[in-house]
């Protein structure tokens, strides 16, 4: 009889006497149990990270282009553990991605159980370097364009008691994993709302919100933009997970106005789309010069001023390590 790490992190906590036990052990222990016993395939981690991917994405769609997989591996994914554990976690009438009652009740159990395995995955790494410090950087995927990587590998040359170890992930993975404390570094936007009072943040670059404008266009030969000039505009923005999205939200809805998004996808596709004169999009000159904007394409500031801050952030705990505070240095000469 085979069981997953899953199954066994539930089995072991289940009949842990210190624990009190909870709805989702108590709806699947007898399922693991017995579907092992008759040889048949159970719950995945991957199945438990699609399912609460959708949750935070607010669709398959969204998710799908976050894990960077097609939407039709996450709906068989997500099906399956719907059959694995004989409930409907989505409400599929309706067209976003909406959770019954037993989702609901199943979603916080489930993140708290990834969270778990990522903690033991942890710690197994930790073990197996005989000693060595293990650091972890998450960082958004522009990192690589931000000269990062050198700093990092002079830092671990420096340091050989230590192992450096880089994760480049999306904004609402990035932001979950520092919400649960999950990271030494974080290289990130800065973001109010995931970062606490218990987050330092050490801003590096002062990144600026523009719209990409085809040349053809009259809105091109503006040299700000402000926000009601955009209101019931047909405009193309970043995924809904996204910092970018939330920013420029934000700034729309303190002048009161409302752009109509018809497009959402990753910022160098909506530079592409802009030259193809699909619509105007919205995104920052630091992706704009990252991806070499088309020469028929007019980058556009707003007035007021919009922008998001790019940079260090460290969980307060870690924020008086030496070592920490080092590589932070380190990074912040970049």
Same mark, same amino acid.
């Given at each position: 009889m085979?069981?997953?790490?899953?199954?066994?992190?539930?089995?072991?906590? *289940?009949?842990?006497?210190?624990s009190?036990?909870?709805?989702?052990?108590?709806?699947i222990?007898?399922?693991?149990?017995?579907?092992?016993?008759?040889?048949?395939?159970?719950?995945? @981690?991957?199945?438990?990270v699609?399912?609460?991917?959708?949750?935070?994405?607010?669709?398959?769609?969204?998710?799908?282009? @976050?894990?960077? /997989?097609?939407?039709?591996? /996450?709906? +068989?994914?997500?099906?399956?553990? @719907?059959?694995?554990?004989?409930?409907?976690?989505?409400?599929r009438?309706?067209? +976003?991605?909406?959770?019954? =009652?037993?989702?609901?009740?199943?979603?916080?159990?489930?993140?708290?159980?990834?969270?778990?395995?990522?903690?033991? %995955?942890t710690?197994?790494?930790?073990?197996?370097?005989?000693?060595?410090?293990?650091?972890?950087?998450?960082a958004?995927?522009?990192?690589?364009?931000?000269?990062?990587?050198? =700093?990092?590998?002079?830092?671990?040359?420096?340091?050989?008691?230590?192992?450096?170890?880089? *994760? @480049?992930m999306?904004?609402?993975e990035?932001?979950?994993?520092?919400?649960?404390?999950?990271?030494?570094?974080?290289?990130?936007?800065?973001?109010?709302?995931?970062?606490g009072?218990?987050?330092?943040?050490?801003?590096?670059?002062?990144?600026?919100?523009?719209a990409?404008v085809?040349?053809?266009?009259?809105l !091109?030969?503006?040299?700000?933009?402000?926000?009601?000039?955009?209101? +019931?505009?047909?405009?193309?923005?970043?995924?809904?997970?996204?910092?970018?999205?939330?920013v420029?939200?934000?700034?729309? +809805?303190?002048?009161?106005? %409302? =752009?109509h998004?018809?497009?959402? !996808?990753?910022?160098?596709?909506?530079?592409g789309?802009?030259?193809? &004169?699909?619509? /105007?999009?919205?995104?920052?000159?630091?992706?704009?010069?990252?991806?070499?904007? =088309?020469?028929d394409?007019?980058?556009?500031?707003?007035?007021?001023?919009?922008?998001?801050?790019?940079?260090?952030?460290?969980?307060?705990? &870690?924020?008086?390590?030496?070592? /920490?505070?080092?590589?932070?240095?380190?990074? !912040? &000469?970049?």
């Amino acid at each position: 009889m085979i069981y997953s790490e899953i199954e066994l992190l539930i089995i072991l906590d *289940y009949f842990n006497p210190f624990s009190a036990g909870d709805s989702f052990q108590n709806a699947i222990i007898t399922n693991i149990i017995s579907k092992n016993e008759k040889g048949i395939k159970t719950m995945t @981690e991957d199945q438990l990270v699609y399912f609460t991917s959708i949750v935070e994405c607010g669709s398959y769609s969204e998710s799908a282009l @976050e894990l960077n /997989i097609s939407q039709s591996t /996450i709906s +068989k994914q997500v099906a399956q553990l @719907e059959s694995e554990l004989d409930v409907k976690l989505f409400d599929r009438s309706t067209r +976003k991605a909406s959770l019954t =009652p037993e989702g609901e009740a199943l979603y916080p159990e489930a993140a708290a159980l990834l969270s778990q395995i990522r903690a033991i %995955k942890t710690h197994a790494a930790a073990l197996s370097l005989g000693g060595r410090r293990k650091i972890d950087i998450i960082a958004l995927p522009f990192v690589g364009n931000l000269n990062f990587y050198v =700093p990092i590998f002079t830092f671990e040359d420096s340091h050989l008691n230590c192992e450096v170890k880089l *994760y @480049e992930m999306e904004d609402n993975e990035l932001y979950k994993r520092i919400a649960s404390k999950d990271y030494d570094v974080a290289i990130c936007y800065f973001d109010p709302e995931h970062m606490g009072n218990d987050v330092h943040f050490y801003p590096i670059i002062e990144n600026e919100m523009v719209a990409a404008v085809h040349k053809s266009l009259p809105l !091109s030969q503006e040299k700000v933009l402000t926000p009601q000039m955009l209101d +019931k505009v047909s405009v193309m923005g970043t995924q809904d997970f996204t910092t970018l999205n939330k920013v420029y939200e934000l700034y729309f +809805k303190k002048f009161g106005v %409302k =752009p109509h998004v018809i497009f959402r !996808s990753r910022p160098q596709t909506l530079l592409g789309a802009a030259a193809a &004169k699909k619509s /105007i999009a919205l995104l920052d000159r630091l992706h704009a010069n990252m991806f070499r904007t =088309p020469a028929d394409i007019s980058l556009v500031p707003f007035s007021p001023a919009l922008k998001c801050a790019v940079g260090i952030a460290v969980d307060e705990e &870690k924020a008086n390590d030496p070592v /920490i505070q080092e590589l932070v240095d380190a990074l !912040s &000469k970049a």
